[in-house]
């Protein structure tokens, strides 16, 4: 079992360009979250997909914001344009089913200057 | 009200002591709890999960949960310095559209 997989793992870039993170998640997992961590405000989740639905996205933090998830094994995470603000940890996790653990990706550090 | 509310510490305990730390949530109708460990500049990992009042004993961790006072805590028993992270409490409700909300965890050093 591979885990939950991301990239990049760093990601260092400047003020107004777009970004985009990608996750695989475990095969089989049926839910996948994406979370935004921060000293300030722990971790947060920003858009929870089910069966590569958008379940839940009032997290995200505004329109510069989307996701997306075209198939089982595969999602990404887009901020455009990006802004300093945005600086923070970003961790994909699935889980099986909607009351199991979630398992984390080793996540994206992203750093906007 | 927080959703879920730990006291983010630092607990510091010298090593072969237990360490206890405590969650409190505010959902009635969750199920499931889990407790992930965070090691710095690591992903938060699964160390323990419960879904039943009472205790659950893995090793040297014990999870106790206590769903009418809406409580869960984790014990380290023989804390090791290897321990020192941080602790986040997750409960989590079944079904619909539930978000699983974490706690902002609490720090724990273990000190030789």
């Known amino acids: 079992d591979a885990g939950v997989i991301q990239s990049p793992r760093h990601e260092v870039t400047e003020m107004g360009q777009e970004v985009t993170l990608r996750c695989k998640p475990i095969?089989?997992?049926?839910?996948l979250f994406w979370y935004r961590q921060t000293m300030m405000r722990g971790l947060e989740l920003l858009i929870y997909?089910?069966?590569?639905?958008?379940?839940?996205d009032s997290g995200m933090p505004e329109d510069r914001f989307s996701a997306k998830m075209p198939n089982a094994s595969f999602s990404t995470l887009k901020i455009q344009p990006s802004e300093p603000r945005d600086s923070a940890v970003y961790f994909c996790?699935?889980?099986?089913?909607?009351?199991?653990?979630?398992?984390f990706g080793n996540g994206t550090r992203l750093t906007v200057t | 009200q927080k959703e879920v509310e730990q006291n983010s510490g630092p607990l510091s305990v010298p090593e072969g002591a237990i360490a206890s730390l405590n969650c409190t949530y505010s959902?009635?109708?969750?199920?499931?709890f889990f407790w992930y460990r965070q090691y710095s500049g690591k992903s938060p990992e699964l160390i323990m999960s419960?879904?039943?009042?009472g205790d659950k004993e893995d090793g040297r961790f014990t999870a106790q949960l206590n769903k009418a006072s809406q409580y869960v805590s984790l014990l380290i028993r023989d804390s090791q310095p290897s321990d020192s992270a941080t602790y986040l409490c997750?409960?989590?409700?079944?079904?619909?559209?539930?978000?699983?909300?974490f706690g902002r965890g609490t720090s724990l050093i273990v000190h030789p």
């Open positions: 996790a699935s889980s099986l089913g909607q009351k199991d653990p979630l398992h």
């Open positions: 997909f089910n069966n590569n639905v958008p379940i839940d």
């Open positions: 095969s089989g997992h049926n839910s």
């Open positions: 997750a409960p989590r409700r079944s079904g619909g559209s539930y978000i699983p909300t």
């Open positions: 959902d009635r109708v969750s199920q499931s």
């Open positions: 419960i879904y039943s009042n």
